[in-house]
Antibody, heavy 119, light 109 residues
Framework: QLQLQASGPGLVKPSETLSLTCTVS??????????WGWIRQPPGKGLEWIGS???????YYNPSLKSRVTISVDTSKNQFSLKLTSVTAADTAVYYC???????????WGQGTLVTVSS | QSALAQPASVSESPGQSITISCTGT?????????VSWYQQHPGKAPKLMIY???NRPSGVSNRFSGSKSGNTASLTISGLQAEDEADYYC?????????FGGGTKLTVL
């Protein structure tokens, strides 16, 4: 059974960089036709797609976050990562990692990790 | 404001059916057959219920069905059960990006 586990600091200071890693187990991150994505959800609000990446391709990002986001893959560790720069309180959210198809339909999700931006 | 429009809340009695709408544009819902629906219970990760407009992943009850007409997609839940009470989100692909609806809170009375 495929499992995804997001990890990283739960507290980030304003203007700093949020960094999260998603570890994939029970399957390979190099599986054909699967993309790996990040989605976030501010407390009490809806879902927002951040971006997705194919293990051998270029990432694509939400245009509203593109200037601050980097998503990368480490196939040797079966992990993919998210970096979000210059964070503000508006970036406080539960961050989910997930597996999707080429059209961002996500069938496996991690449990989510809450990241709070506060000094 | 979300890119895809959903009603904020709906409610219905157990055993009845309900339909949740998701309205986009001719560049997303109306163009691509990559509309998906997610169920989210409080404190839990979203769960994929429908993909490619009307397909159910293995293990999802056949009480859940999806459809699309023009720029509007719909999720129908028949034979409502207490466990169906949750938030539901639609999503659509749009030219190298992905849109979510604002979510609909379903209350089973």
């Amino acid at each position: 059974q495929l499992q995804l586990q997001a990890s990283g600091p739960g507290l980030v200071k304003p203007s700093e960089t949020l960094s999260l890693t998603c570890t994939v187990s029970g399957g390979s991150i190099t599986s054909n036709n699967y993309y790996w994505g990040w989605i976030r959800q501010p407390p009490g609000k809806g879902l927002e797609w951040i971006g997705s990446i194919y293990y051998s391709g270029s990432p694509y990002y939400n245009p509203s976050l593109k200037s601050r986001v980097t998503i990368s893959v480490d196939t040797s560790k079966n992990q993919f990562s998210l970096k979000l720069t210059s964070v503000t309180a508006a970036d406080t959210a539960v961050y989910y990692c997930a597996r999707g198809d080429g059209y961002s339909q996500f069938d496996y999700w991690g449990q989510g990790t809450l990241v709070t931006v506060s000094s | 404001q979300s890119a895809l429009a959903q009603p904020a809340s709906v409610s219905e009695s157990p055993g009845q059916s309900i339909t949740i709408s998701c309205t986009g544009t001719s560049s997303d819902v109306g163009y691509y057959n990559s509309v998906s629906w997610y169920q989210q219970h409080p404190g839990k990760a979203p769960k994929l219920m429908i993909y490619d407009v009307s397909n159910r992943p293995s293990g999802v009850s056949n009480r859940f069905s999806g459809s699309k007409s023009g720029n509007t997609a719909s999720l129908t839940i028949s034979g409502l059960q207490a466990e169906d009470e949750a938030d539901y989100y639609c999503s659509s692909y749009r030219s190298s990006t992905t849109l979510f609806g604002g979510g609909t809170k379903l209350t089973v009375l």
